[in-house]
Nanobody, 124 residues
Framework: QVQLIESGGRLVQTGDSLRLSCGVS????????MGWFRQGPGKARDFVAG????????PYAESVEGRFTVSRDSAKNTVYLQMDNLKPEDTALYYC?????????????????WGQGTQVTVSS
């Protein structure tokens, strides 16, 4: 019913900016929130940023607060993650997720649908 496709990941240098996109296959009112997660080398999958349809809550991980911005374009059925001032520790596989009845945006288990990931590598 729902398919997510992330794009935009690539190799960049410290201090660069990058914008990730997550396209949703179908326009639907079933989705109530979307989130971005990442998994770095040898690490668990961690929350990065999220956005709620019903509350407009936009939580961020402490490590990206002030540098990353999550946004939504309803007309294009797309969610974005604008990443500024990238650091080597941001290197990870970034995943987009969507939830049908999502309230806790920071937890992976809150989401039913996941993309395949897009790789972001920040050289030092």
């Amino acid at each position: 019913q729902v398919q997510l496709i992330e794009s935009g990941g690539r190799l960049v240098q410290t201090g660069d900016s990058l914008r990730l996109s997550c396209g949703v296959s179908d326009r639907t009112s079933d989705i109530t929130a979307m989130g971005w997660f990442r998994q770095g080398p040898g690490k668990a999958r961690d929350f990065v940023a999220g956005i709620s349809w019903r509350s407009d809550e936009r939580p961020y991980a402490e490590s990206v607060e002030g540098r990353f911005t999550v946004s939504r374009d309803s007309a294009k059925n797309t969610v974005y993650l604008q990443m500024d001032n990238l650091k080597p520790e941001d290197t990870a596989l970034y995943y987009c997720a969507a939830g049908r009845d999502t309230y806790i945006l920071t937890m992976p288990s809150s989401y039913e649908y996941w993309g395949q990931g897009t790789q972001v590598t920040v050289s030092s």
